[in-house]
């Protein structure tokens, strides 16, 4: 997928989250460890959120060991960085044309 798809598919996702009631409080965080696609905020807790989406494929499949254990090392300076110390969760939201599906505490 080329960068720009990738980036159109947050910018949908991102406005998806608000409208479920998350609160969008950053977006594309780089750190040495990885990328985050979207940090937001819902009922108190931080929800770390990598984005895939497919048109040939199943998003879901991109979502692996590797990438979670990039997105935790990332999740964890990002808190360190910010000073939070909320609860958080690492969220997969998957875009399958224009349907969402997000799956919530995605782990290891």
Same mark, same amino acid.
């Given at each position: 997928m080329s960068?720009?798809?990738g980036f159109?598919?947050?910018d949908? @996702?991102?406005?998806?989250l608000t @409208?479920?009631?998350f609160?969008? #409080?950053?977006?594309?965080f780089?750190d040495?460890c990885g990328e985050i696609d979207?940090i937001?905020?819902?009922?108190e807790?931080?929800?770390f959120?990598?984005?895939?989406s $497919?048109?040939?494929?199943?998003p ?7 990438k979670? $254990?990039? #997105? ?5 300076r990002y808190l360190q960085r910010?000073?939070? *110390?909320?609860?958080? *969760? #690492?969220?997969?939201?998957? @875009?399958?044309r224009n349907e969402f ?6 782990? #290891?």
């Amino acid at each position: 997928m080329s960068r720009a798809k990738g980036f159109a598919a947050e910018d949908r @996702a991102a406005k998806w989250l608000t @409208a479920q009631g998350f609160e969008v #409080i950053d977006r594309n965080f780089y750190d040495k460890c990885g990328e985050i696609d979207i940090i937001a905020v819902k009922d108190e807790v931080i929800h770390f959120v990598e984005v895939k989406s $497919g048109e040939n494929f199943d998003p879901i499949y991109a979502i692996t060991p590797t990438k979670l $254990g990039k #997105i935790a090392k990332t999740a964890e300076r990002y808190l360190q960085r910010r000073g939070f *110390t909320n609860a958080y *969760t #690492i969220d997969a939201l998957l @875009a399958r044309r224009n349907e969402f599906e997000l799956i919530e505490n995605v782990t #290891i």
